[in-house]
């Protein structure tokens, strides 16, 4: 802890802004792959599949069953509704959540501010795309993290 907060502090009294800004991204790069990593392997445990994203919608493997399937028996079983049941109008809702959420991350004070240290407007713009790029990233990974824990302590893996 005492030499990450000696090195935060030797880039920002040195580095300024811009310093402090690839502190930010280094951070970033940790937090996005702890919790996409872990997603992977689960997902190619439960699925053969590599991308989590997509393993919600395959098969388990060794089981002639979808997770998708199998999540909605498991959640009927403790007394909930079906986890895929749509509601119309359902697909448009969810897809606006994601994009408000995403639009608001990258509009928190702290993450506006760095587009602010780089040279032009052309380079603003472009860290803004790869920031809801890497948003968006981290915001799908969540449902299949979701849906994938919910079959571990469950016993669905042997």
Do not use: C, E
């Not at 937090?31 to 445990?45: C, G, K, N």
């Not at 359902?90 to 040279?119: D, E, K, Q």
Request: hydrophobic share 50%; no cysteine; net charge positive.
């Amino acid at each position: 802890i005492y030499v990450g907060m000696g090195i935060v502090f030797l880039y920002a009294v040195f580095g300024g802004m811009k310093g402090i800004t690839y502190t930010q991204v280094a951070q970033y790069i940790v937090l996005i792959l702890a919790y996409t990593v872990p997603a992977v392997f689960i997902s190619l445990q439960l699925t053969g599949n590599l991308v989590p994203q997509l393993g919600l919608g395959s098969d388990l493997v060794g089981h002639n069953v979808s997770l998708l399937s199998k999540l909605d028996q498991i959640v009927t079983d403790i007394g909930f509704g079906k986890y895929t049941t749509s509601v119309p109008g359902s697909t448009l809702n969810m897809f606006m959540y994601t994009l408000s959420l995403m639009i608001g991350t990258a509009g928190l004070p702290h993450v506006i501010m760095r587009f602010f240290t780089v040279p032009s407007v052309k380079a603003a713009r472009s860290s803004a795309g790869w920031a809801l790029v890497f948003i968006a990233i981290l915001y799908t990974t969540a449902p299949a993290v979701a849906a994938m824990a919910i079959d571990q302590p469950l016993g669905l893996i042997h």
